[in-house]
């Protein structure tokens, strides 16, 4: 899958109170082409980090993006 983001950092944190784990990534978008829209890359690339974020959820699991 060629992506329009690199992954920079990845931390996976216990939250013992809640009995969870978390998983906090610090994502890069890429630069549009020269003969692409910035806005449509833009809107693009959070479409495509959204998919990644919600590829192997169950139902129960909570995802939050922080920009």
Do not use: C
């Not at 610090?26 to 082409?33: A, C, Q």
């Not at 690339?45 to 998919?51: E, G």
């Amino acid at each position: 899958m060629d992506r329009k983001f690199t992954i920079d950092d990845e931390i996976t944190r216990l939250y013992r109170r809640f009995g969870a784990v978390g998983t906090q990534l610090t994502i890069r978008l890429l630069p549009p082409s020269d003969d692409d829209d910035p806005v449509n890359h833009f809107v693009n690339s959070v479409n495509d980090l959204f998919d990644y974020a919600l590829q192997n959820v169950s139902d129960n699991d909570m995802v939050g993006i922080t920009i």
